[in-house]
């Protein structure tokens, strides 16, 4: 029989335990303990409403009685259930018993991170694969905001399905205000913080970069960064120096060896800018990455060079040229018969006032058909007429608005895997006054660097989209869209179209991820500089699902 809250004696300074039976909120059932940290019990509790089993995290009776950490669970526990992502553990309530805070969680029965590493050495794909959708789960929450700052292994939980899922954001900073007394606790989780929250200085999503640097480095070496270190130092309790994980790990990638260092670098300015960015650079290390781009690669070398490509008819293939069709020769009409063109006009024809005044009349319709086609063409004369007179691309009829879950740009190598990320929520606010803009460069094609860059958006699950309205501050643009199902690997881009200032993409099938593709910059307003004149700046893009 559950026991109510008459049943469970008040807290008091230095209130008992909890135990099985005991009720949270008169709906959750407390059944077992499955773990106890430096200031929370999590149990596993059955949801007396849904009938599901779900976990609980309670603050530690010694915590209760100090407001400051009490207030910082709260607000971090509501700012958490905010976070609505495939990585991230789903929040499901929070409230307060006998005066302790707490937070109600999906249960995940697969155990965590620091089980399977306390194993031994992961395969460096898997590691890879790991560290993406890690960085996943902390880019959403960085755009909204919020800065895990205790990124250790007890903190990733798994799937039955194998994948990852960061918990404990909405307890991160009370973590920080009742750091652990204990020596040997203050050790592990400071093996996975980084070096400038040891000098208190405010961290930003750098720190959480480290923290996964931290985590990548134990997974493929099987010791944390520290540990490496003072073991390479003959047990020193200052290391100065972390061994690269390839001196340690045979045949380990240079690739992840690159970027497992840069995520650990010392000084922030010198590691990944964003999460997002390091989740792009381990991506291109997975098996399926690294099979499409050796798909790709020899498509590219079998096909035409064309500036323009129809789109695919299926993610990852490279449509051919397109050859226009040849209208057979007639079978009704004889050989050397003459054309319609060719017929003789009657002898008798009354002249008509275009016979007689055709002369001046028709050269002056000519020019005024050219002058307007000349106007049409210029992209910013023709984005000044859209102002007065829109013109449209399909059209927009029978569609309506489709709500985004998350949003990213992407930077393809050999760029550095970053393109303004932190300003790319302006271009899904509806706001017209904000911007998310691509980096400024010598010439339209991206100083030949690179063959573009893309922001896209996730829609939470497969949808169908008529559409993709792109709203930006310079017409002239060139891009076309492109499309997912996981996030990773990205259909070939269709034909490229130039953008006007309010322009409209068409799109084809149902698919999770959309991509606003830009091929081609176009000097931009206040973008740039006199040596890098050329950019995009995209004021808003909306999706348009059938109405």
Known sequence: ?????????????????????????????????????????????????????????????????????????????????????????????????????????????????????????????????????????????????????????????????????????????????????????????????????????????????????????????????????QAQSDGSASPTKIPPPSSLVADLPRALDGAIMKALAIDPAERFPTARALGRALEELSPSAQADAVTSAKARRAAPRLRARAPATEPGATAGPRIPPQAPPSEAEPAGAASPRARPVPEHRPESFLRSEGRWLLPTLLIVVVAAAIVLAIPSVRDRLEEFVPITGNGDRGTEPVAVADTSAYDPPPGDGAENDDTVALAFDADSGTAWSTSSYATEAFGNLKPGVGIYFDLGEPRELEGIRVSSTAGGWEGSIRHSDNGRSWSEPGESETARANHTFETEGSHRYWMVWITSLVRTPDQGTAQHPFAVAIEQIEPLGPS
């Open 1 to 229: 029989m559950d026991s109510g809250d008459s049943q469970t004696p008040p807290l008091t300074d230095n209130p008992p335990t909890c135990e099985p039976g005991m009720s949270l909120g008169n709906r959750y059932r407390l059944v077992a303990l499955v773990s106890r940290g430096d200031f929370t019990e999590i149990w596993r509790a059955k949801d007396r409403v849904l009938g599901r089993a779900v976990a609980a995290k309670i603050l530690l009776p010694e915590h209760v009685t100090n407001p400051a950490v009490k207030q910082l669970f709260r607000v971090e526990a509501l700012a958490a259930a905010r976070l609505t992502h495939p990585n991230i553990i789903a929040v499901f309530d929070t409230g307060e018993h006998r005066g302790a805070p707490f937070i109600v969680m999906e249960y995940l029965a697969a155990g965590n991170l620091r089980r399977l590493v306390d194993e031994g050495p992961l395969p460096w794909a898997r590691a890879a694969q790991m560290g993406a959708e890690i960085c996943a789960a902390l880019g959403h929450a960085h755009s909204a905001g919020i800065i895990h700052q205790d990124l250790r292994p007890e903190n990733v939980l798994f799937t039955e399905a194998g994948h990852p899922k960061v918990s404990d954001f909405g307890i991160a900073s009370a973590a920080m205000a009742a750091r652990p007394s204990a020596a040997s606790a203050r050790r592990a989780r400071d093996a996975y913080t980084s070096p400038e929250r040891s000098i208190d200085l405010k961290p930003d999503m750098r720190a959480d970069v480290y923290s996964v640097g931290a985590l990548l480095y134990e997974c493929v070496v099987g010791k944390t960064p520290t540990e490496a270190a």
